[in-house]
């Protein structure tokens, strides 16, 4: 069946899917550990939540956010959570109480797999597979906002990050010594509307006069 109408131009999110992550509150969380819904004793994963009721649903992972950090703090434990990403202040709130956050890299699988193992072959073992370079940098993201990253060995990142970082570096020289440089004050260029734009003064055009025949 064809549409009399068909649909054309741009799609948000055509070829690169964002990923949907559950987002979850310090206080919610704070909540099921008060009544003794999840055990602090342990790491509590993704499938923890799931099971405990704090989450209805996980998707492509969860996320943690910092709203009812009060009542978290009221608690004064150390806990240890395995999530997918998490916010700076829900991280700083955690580590406060020589807590920690871990990420796992996993495929859409390999999530499957961890949510429900009993509909997967008890014989048969999911390998991890290395991460592809737009993966990998987001999980050294990640690592940059203090989350505990764990991935498969990826030689052509590791094994080169001197290299990596001289690439950078080498970038950012020639960027601020390339022609009319001082026209971008940042890299990249923020999102501001009509920026592209270089506003002139108008100036009235000269016109002679002309008699009349």
């Known amino acids: 069946m064809t549409l009399r109408f068909p649909k054309y131009g741009f799609r948000k999110n055509r070829f690169n899917q964002a990923e949907t992550l559950t ?18 004793s342990k790491t509590i994963t993704q499938k923890d939540l799931l099971e405990a009721g704090v ?32 916010s700076s202040h829900a991280i700083d709130t955690v580590k406060q109480f020589n807590g920690s956050l871990s990420v796992k ?3 859409p699988l390999l ?10 072959k008890q014989w048969k073992d999911l390998k991890t597979p290395m991460p592809t370079p737009k993966k990998l940098k987001q999980m050294e993201k990640l690592r940059e ?6 991935y498969p ?19 950012e020289r020639r960027i601020s010594n390339a022609s009319f440089a001082d026209l971008l004050p940042e ?27």
């Open 23 to 40: 987002q979850v509150n310090l206080g919610k969380l704070a909540y099921h550990i008060d009544k003794g819904h999840l055990d602090t």
């Open 55 to 86: 989450i209805s649903k996980v998707g492509d992972g969860v996320k943690l956010l910092s709203k009812g950090h009060q009542r978290f703090e009221a608690l004064d434990k150390a806990v240890h959570l395995e999530l997918s990403d998490a």
């Open 105 to 107: 890299y996993r495929t």
């Open 111 to 120: 999530m499957r797999y961890h949510m429900q193992p009993h509909k997967f």
């Open 145 to 150: 906002k203090g989350l505990d990253v764990e």
């Open 153 to 171: 060995s990826a030689p052509w990142y590791t094994e080169n990050l001197d290299k990596h970082a001289r690439d950078a570096e080498e970038k």
């Open 187 to 213: 890299y990249p260029a923020p999102r501001v509307p009509n920026l592209h734009k270089i506003r002139t003064e108008k100036k009235d055009l000269h016109v002679p006069f002309k008699f009349p025949n």
